[in-house]
């Protein structure tokens, strides 16, 4: 159950493998229709769908590479901000749960769950206590935690923070930091599940494809 890091919404990479192989199989199976039309075919105006299809595959790489480049960005400030921001002790006093909507595909919208900390820090010289929130997680954090105890760094701006030296657990049944609060003991084994079964099938198909 001990976990190493605990990133933020921004920082992490995840649910890009799916996207991955959707990518290579498109293009498999738009290779194999190529080579069946052969040199004919690509020099009709049926060439011109093949060019737009190829495009239109590049829309989710490029969605990738955003995605990776935002999540390294964040990291790579993270470390600069401890080296060199402003370290304070601090304490999780609550997790507050946030659902926003997001603009999805032909017009549509989704929800997103986020997950916030909330954290007190006492002021060292004038001993004033001030809390501040944390940025958004994917996850409920306190689910890993085993103590309330962390580190704020926080940049020369002021404005931006990042939490460090959480204490994890080493048991998924050992006491956390909120044992009152069920609400934040949602499972996602159910969507881990449902992702691996589709990285499967999709690797499936791939393999069927180039054979």
């Known amino acids: ?10 920082e992490e990479i995840t649910g890009i493998v799916p996207v991955i192989l959707f990518s290579i199989l ?3 199976i738009l290779i194999r229709l190529m080579v069946q039309a052969g040199a004919g075919g690509l020099l009709s105006t049926g060439g011109i769908v093949y060019l737009l299809f190829a495009a239109a595959g590049l829309l989710p790489i490029y969605t ?3 995605k990776i480049r935002k999540a390294m960005y964040y990291r790579k400030l993270r470390k600069q901000t401890i080296a060199h921001g402003r370290r304070e002790k601090g304490r999780i006093v609550n997790v507050i749960q946030r659902t926003e909507t997001l603009p999805s595909s032909r017009g549509r919208t989704r929800m997103r769950t986020l997950y916030f900390l909330s954290v007190e820090i006492t002021d060292s010289a004038s001993g004033a206590v001030y809390q501040i929130e944390s940025d958004a997680y994917s996850k409920p954090p306190d689910r890993w935690l085993a103590s309330p105890e962390v580190t704020v760094y926080t940049d020369a701006s002021g404005w931006k923070r990042f939490l460090e030296d959480f204490r994890f657990k080493h048991h998924k049944d050992d006491p956390g930091i909120f ?10 084994g ?3 599940v449902m992702e691996v079964i589709i990285i499967v099938l999709m690797l499936l198909v791939i393999v069927s494809q180039l054979l």
Do not use: H, N
Request: no cysteine.
């Open 64 to 66: 990738v590479i955003q």
């Open 1 to 10: 159950m001990k976990k190493k890091t605990l990133r933020t919404a921004q």
């Open 179 to 188: 044992p009152d609060r069920p609400e934040f003991r949602e499972g996602t």
């Open 190 to 192: 159910f969507y881990r």
């Open 26 to 28: 498109w293009y498999t």
